[in-house]
């Protein structure tokens, strides 16, 4: 865990800064057990390659597996609750001025554990959406192995509302990512690896613009050089202490 120093030093930051971004990965949920992408999937999927299955490819190779992957992820955060990381980022908005949270996570945690008007970079993983049509649809229900869903509009095999790898982020998610990069003056980077783009890309836009960069993370990154503080420790320990040292 970082020491007390490092914690104050970035609790003053935040007491200073007029608008606060954050982006989080899948390290912020691991605390909730969610297994982050490049945890060794366990079990039954010990065998797939999360890089290869959350691709379009990968619904038109075999859709059927595919589709059970991304429905035992479902099973598996419908089971699951929001941990100290998810509650104390959305205590921190009580404590700045202003707040802009972009997430990589696509399982909705920061949304139960109470953060508002979330920034979903790579989309969610409760809803269903065409490929092909662009239609959306709320999840389906569905086991492994039942019958795939299919787009009411146009008949194809719909795909999950994520942006897999291939596909463009959302250009409203885009947008207000750019714009809270650009305009903050104090970047905070929690529990993401930093290994995919444009996503991991807004912290040197940040940086670019004059931002403080914070990372918190367990493990450097590729982040972790350019970065005015780095907390190493778990974000489900780290932020509650620096929320703790920010309302003291
Ligand atoms: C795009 C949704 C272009 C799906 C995800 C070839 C073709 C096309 C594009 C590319 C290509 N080659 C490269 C690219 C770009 C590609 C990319 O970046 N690839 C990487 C791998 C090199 N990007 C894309 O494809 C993006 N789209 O570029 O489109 C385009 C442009 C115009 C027109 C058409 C197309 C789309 C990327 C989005 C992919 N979808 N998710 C799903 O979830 O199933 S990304 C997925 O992986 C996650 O959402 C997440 O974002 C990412 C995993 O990253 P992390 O969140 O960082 O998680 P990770 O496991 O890596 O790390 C966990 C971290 O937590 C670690 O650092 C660990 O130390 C830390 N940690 C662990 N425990 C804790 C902790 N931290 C704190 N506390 C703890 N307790
Ligand atoms: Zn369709």
Redo the contacts with the bound molecule.
């Keep these: 865990m970082p020491g007390p120093d490092a914690t104050e030093a970035c609790a003053e930051a935040l007491a200073d800064a007029r608008h606060v971004a954050v982006l989080t990965?899948?390290?912020?949920s691991?605390?909730s057990g969610v297994p982050?992408?490049?945890?060794a999937l366990e079990g039954l999927w010990a065998k797939h390659d999360?890089?290869q299955l959350?691709t379009p490819e990968a619904f038109v190779r075999d859709p059927q597996t595919a589709w059970d992957w991304y429905r035992w992820r479902r099973s598996l955060v419908a089971e699951v609750a929001p941990n100290p990381?998810h509650d104390a980022l959305v205590a921190l908005t009580a404590h700045v001025d202003k707040l802009t949270l972009v997430t990589?996570?696509?399982d909705g945690l920061h949304q139960r554990a109470g953060s508002r008007d979330v920034i979903e970079f790579?989309?969610n993983l409760f809803s269903d959406k065409c490929a092909h049509c662009d239609t959306r649809e709320p999840a389906h229900t569905g086991d492994a192995g039942d019958p795939l869903p299919t787009c009411g509009q146009c008949g194809r095999v719909m795909t999950p509302g994520?942006?897999?790898?291939?596909?463009?982020?959302p250009p409203a998610a885009m947008q207000a990512s750019e714009i809270a990069a650009t305009t903050c003056d104090l970047f905070l980077v929690?529990?993401?690896?930093?290994?995919?783009?444009?996503?991991a890309g807004l912290a040197g836009t940040a940086r670019a613009c004059g931002a403080g960069i914070i990372e918190?993370?367990?493990?450097a990154?590729p982040l972790s050089a350019g970065a005015d503080h780095v907390l190493r420790g778990?974000?489900?320990e780290v932020l509650p202490a620096l929320l703790a040292a920010l309302a003291a």
């Design positions: 990965g899948a390290g912020v691991a605390e982050t992408f490049r945890d999360p890089m959350a990381g990589q996570n696509v790579h989309g994520v942006v897999l790898f291939g596909e463009m982020i929690v529990g993401t690896s930093a290994q995919v783009y444009p996503a918190i993370n367990p493990e990154t778990p974000s489900g």
